[in-house]
């Protein structure tokens, strides 16, 4: 079945940069976790071998459990030995197989490269991730808005579970 | 005046108002003379926070919210979230229930392309073809009243199920409106593909080989005119498509007339699929139980939109809301070939472009909500109010 | 004393001024009405032109930052001046023209042209964008269609032996219809006509998907109502041209009804079959096509009157 092999091919060629994998096999879905300095190579891999297309970039926010109302958005809690953390998704596809690969950064070195050399239709999907999870892409061709308003406030990030839209809880200011 | 002395540049924007635009969005496009030299997109003058807003919803309440990301392709995305939510808990619908979906879905692909090929048409200034699609549009809508009470909204889609049953007097009803919109639609073909002026403006315009399309993340019929073969609906068969199959339409012209081409033979399809669905509706119940809470997990769920692969990635904690919700439209995908393919262009190509990819603002910008205040500031709704008040005092 | 009297009421009442204006928002009607029945739309209702023009004469006219205020100012009104003014020149209602010279065909297709020309201009003063693109077009437009449409015009004068309209008009009326022995100088007079109108598919100057309104885009009010005045009367004014040069003269007022009403009926036919044409592609279907076939049919006619009389 092509969507199986398509995967297995996936997996001989992710093989070198995972940390974990985990397949399931009644989905066409392959999970991918890598470390965030790994990214690029990956993708170099898939993109060199044609395997499917970019299919969106997903961010999930994993905050850490916050005890008490100090808490803020900068990263600088740390309760029970665990840090706020953005998981960021890419969503690869090729017919009904998904390659999942998911890498997680910390709040507060919110940081990945870019795959636009390789892939340049991810310049959105990366842009919207700055805006919305305050991940920064290293060497993205354009970095200005899109999404938000001009007005909006430097340093806050909707899509975080800390921010409340209608009080300023995780903004940097007030 | 000064302006344009000092900057070698001379920029027309379009948008966030301009007539080309039916919804807001700003694209800027640096001219020499009439050629296009450089263009940019700017996006998120509909921004509502859906997303966000999602996260706040229960699973039910979230039908509702999603399904207003657009109103053309309102269905297709409750679709896409259903069979989501529905696959994380374990369920699936009943076959009557899927049928009646993908009867909808592609009810509701008729009356966007038909849609979109009248404001494609209005764009190259050719509004008699743009009057009588909007039209014969009118049928579809009709039908999809007759359906669900609606005609934008459907809301046909509950977890589990469908809300509404097709009886037979309602069937007849739709394939007399599709018999009805299958011989305008070979006439609408006669028109795009022989007009001489409007073939002036189409053929050879924005082209965009596969390997274009491929590079720039081209999604739905817009890659589909470039020869991409890529259809979810195909590759990963969803609802009733696994029994009533659809065939992948594409055309290797990669120009606008290509994308005409296109979408006109996915309305023939989309006519067949819907009248082999009905001469074999699935008996049965249309809803199964689905629980309140849904068990912890995540879910990537893509469907094939009428503008192209529509993907939601569901988590779950095993709550009653959803962690988090991400819609990727299929719009979004198709910014990039505007953006790129408008380069070398003439500027009068441009709104044609722009229609080309059928654009949906609504569907890009859903993210955030948005409250406007001044400076940096949040405004809640009761700072909002209270200004509100104090203003007119 | 009667003469001057006559003369002012050929300026203000008739066949000048107020008739022409109200005859022009007449085929203003008849030409959205028709458009829109072919479009399989309602249309406007019949006082529509007329609430238009009176809407936009209420409202406040803004002079944006940027331009000649003068200039912005003064064009509107030169435009539809030129075009009143040209109206003296033609069989209006079939009546003999209020002036006539020998030579007043010239005259009355410049008259005609400068309404466009205020009109690339007042585009060309302002600082807007769309404007500007707008001017650009108008006046290349000018230049491709302005030619075919003068030679498709000077080969019934050819015939006629005249540059007087008035003795034009008599010569096709007493002779088998042009349209009929020239008919390739009819149909480029006719979409000539539509490119000086910007009628669809020759609607590039202000096609609105693109450069909003084009030139006219910062007119509002006042300014804007006398250029769309101007457009009016100059679509009555070209259509009588036309009849009296191709559908064998303006003899009687009811001659002239039928007969621009005919043609506007296949103009209004023609704006709602086609798709809108690029400005390069105006101006190469004109000077590729119109101006070729214009010239072939002038040759034409001079070779007949040399050779064959």
Request: proline share 5%; aromatic share 10%.
């Amino acid at each position: 079945m092509s969507s199986q092999t398509a995967l297995q091919t996936a997996e001989e060629l992710l093989k070198p940069y995972a940390m974990e994998m985990i397949k399931q096999e009644e989905d066409f879905r392959l999970d991918v976790l890598l470390s965030p300095d790994q990214l690029h190579e990956a993708v170099k891999a898939l993109h060199d071998a044609r395997w499917g297309y970019l299919s969106a970039i997903a961010g999930v926010d994993h905050p850490a459990p916050v005890i008490g109302e100090d808490a803020n958005a900068s990263g600088t809690v740390q309760e029970k030995g665990k840090e706020s953390q953005v998981e960021v998704l890419y969503v690869f596809c090729q017919g009904a197989a998904v390659l999942v690969l998911r890498l997680k950064v910390p709040y507060t070195h919110a940081e990945l490269p870019t795959v636009c050399d390789l892939i340049p239709s991810a310049t959105l999907y990366e842009r919207e991730l700055m805006e919305m999870f305050g991940v920064e892409i290293h060497g993205t061709p354009v970095k200005d808005r899109l999404l938000l308003p001009d007005e909006w406030p430097e340093g806050v990030y909707p899509l975080r579970k800390a921010t409340i839209i209608g009080t300023t809880r995780s903004g940097s200011e007030e | 005046m000064e302006t344009r002395k000092s900057s070698e540049k001379f920029v027309v924007p379009i948008g966030p108002q301009h007539p080309a635009l039916k919804e807001p969005g700003h694209f800027e496009f640096t001219v020499d003379g009439e050629i296009v030299t450089g263009a940019s997109v700017r996006l998120g003058y509909v921004h509502r926070g859906i997303e966000k807003g999602a996260e706040d919803r229960t699973w039910t309440q979230n039908i509702y919210l999603l399904e207003r990301i657009c109103g053309i392709c309102s269905h297709v995305h409750a679709t896409a979230y259903v069979l989501g939510v529905e696959k994380l808990a374990g369920v699936s619908a009943p076959p009557r229930a899927q049928a009646i979906r993908t009867v909808t879905a592609e009810l509701e692909r008729i009356h966007s392309h038909l849609l979109w090929l009248g404001v494609a048409a209005h764009e190259g200034g050719f509004d008699t073809l743009f009057m009588y699609s909007w039209r014969d549009r009118e049928t579809v809508m009709d039908l999809l009243e007759l359906i669900s009470g609606n005609r934008v909204h459907y809301s046909t889609n509950v977890l589990g199920g469908v809300k509404y049953d097709l009886d037979t007097e309602k069937m007849d009803a739709i394939r007399r409106g599709l018999d009805f919109l299958e011989e305008r639609t070979h006439h609408y073909m006669k028109v795009v593909t022989t007009d001489e002026t409007f073939l002036a403006r189409t053929r050879g315009v924005g082209l965009m080989t596969r390997e274009q399309a491929e590079a720039l993340g081209a999604v739905g019929p817009t890659a589909r005119a470039s020869s991409v073969r890529r259809d979810i609906r195909i590759d990963a068969p969803y609802a009733a498509y696994p029994d009533f199959p659809v065939k992948l339409i594409t055309d290797d012209g990669g120009d606008l007339l290509a994308r005409f081409v296109v979408r006109l033979k996915e309305l023939f399809e989309s006519y067949r699929v819907i009248r082999a669905i009905l001469d074999q509706m699935p008996e049965g119940e249309l809803t199964t139980r689905v629980p309140r809470r849904i068990p912890a997990g995540e879910v990537i769920s893509r469907v094939e939109a009428p503008r192209g692969e529509l993907f939601y990635y569901i988590k779950s904690n095993g709550g009653e809301k959803p962690e988090r919700i991400k819609v990727r439209t299929p719009s979004l995908c198709n910014w990039g070939t505007v953006v790129s393919v408008a380069v070398g262009h003439k500027l009068a190509d441009m709104p044609m472009l722009l229609a080309g990819i059928d654009p949906c603002f609504s569907c890009n910008d859903r993210m955030v909500r948005i409250n406007r205040g001044q400076g940096a500031q949040f405004w809640s709704w009761e700072n909002l109010r209270q200004y509100g008040i104090e203003y007119y005092r | 004393m009667n003469t001057t009297l006559l003369s002012i009421l050929a300026l203000l009442i008739f066949p000048g001024g107020l008739f022409l204006l109200g005859y022009g928002l007449a085929y203003e009607y008849v030409d959205r009405k028709l458009v829109a029945r072919f479009q399989n739309r309602v249309g406007p209702r019949w006082f529509q032109p007329l609430a238009d023009v009176v809407k936009l004469l209420a409202k406040e006219e803004i002079v944006p930052h940027g331009v000649q205020r003068g200039l912005f100012i003064f064009l509107p009104v030169a435009a539809l001046a030129a075009a009143l003014t040209a109206a003296l020149y033609v069989p209006m209602a079939g009546q003999v023209p209020s002036y006539s010279f020998n030579g007043d065909l010239i005259v009355t297709i410049y008259l005609l042209s400068l309404l466009t020309i205020c009109m690339g201009l007042a585009g060309a003063n302002t600082i807007d964008r769309f404007s500007v693109v707008g001017a650009t077009r108008v006046l290349t437009q000018l230049f491709s269609y302005e030619a075919p449409f003068l030679l498709a015009l000077l080969s019934p004068a050819i015939m006629a032996k005249s540059w007087q309209i008035s003795e034009i008009n008599i010569y096709t009326h007493n002779n088998l219809w042009f349209v009929l022995t020239q008919p390739i100088g009819f149909l480029v007079a006719l979409v000539g006509l539509m490119g000086k109108l910007e009628l669809p598919p020759f609607d590039a100057p202000e096609a609105e998907t693109e450069i909003v309104s084009g030139a006219l885009t910062e007119y509002s009010g006042r300014g804007l109502a006398l250029f769309r005045l101007g457009k009016d009367v100059e679509l009555v004014i070209g259509l009588t041209l036309v009849a009296a040069f191709y559908l064998g003269g303006i003899a009687n007022p009811l001659e002239f009804v039928l007969k621009t009403l005919a043609l506007l009926v296949v103009v209004a036919g023609l704006q709602s079959l086609f798709a809108r044409l690029r400005i390069d592609q105006t101006v190469g279907l004109w000077w590729r096509l119109g101006a070729i076939l214009g010239l072939a049919q002038i040759l034409f006619v001079i070779f007949w009157r040399l050779v064959l009389r």
